[in-house]
């Protein structure tokens, strides 16, 4: 599987560099979210812009990232841009489940902004 990662101290950007997020990207996908999730990573940013295709498995995985993140920070799919990749998001339905941002600079604004929010909620708890 070819990607990058950029981490920073309030999120971490996982560029896929794959054309295919399919069964057998999906696995080793699925281990990396799981990594960075018990690293501690708060806002995960998965990039898809070079992603032109998505199976079942890769729709699975992303689902398993969305589910770890669910109640620790925010997860963030940004660069839908290829047909069969928004068409796959459509028919799932998947726009009313995950966070979709169109560009990575409008997710990282929206990062930081759950982020924000998650403190000022948390200390006017205390």
């Known amino acids: 599987m070819k990607y990058a990662i950029d981490k920073e101290d309030r999120y971490a950007i996982l560029k896929l560099n794959e054309e295919n ?3 057998l990207i999906a696995p080793d996908l699925k281990s990396e979210f799981i990594f960075l999730r018990n ?3 708060r806002n ?3 990039d898809l812009s070079q992603v032109k295709y998505v199976d079942s498995s890769g729709l699975s995985s992303i689902l ?3 589910r770890l993140w669910k109640d620790f920070g925010s997860f963030i799919v940004t660069g839908v841009q ?3 990749v928004q068409k ?3 028919i799932s339905r998947l726009e009313t489940i995950l966070n979709l941002v169109p560009t990575v600079q409008e ?3 929206f990062a930081m902004m759950e982020d924000l929010q998650k403190e000022l909620e948390d200390g006017s708890d205390e």
Do not use: D
Request: aromatic share 0%; glycine share 4%; proline share 5%.
């Open 88 to 90: 796959l998001i459509e």
């Open 107 to 109: 997710s990282i604004e």
């Open 39 to 41: 690293e501690g990573v």
């Open 64 to 66: 398993t990232a969305n």
């Open 44 to 46: 995960l940013i998965l």
């Open 21 to 23: 997020l399919n069964s």
């Open 82 to 84: 290829h047909a069969p």
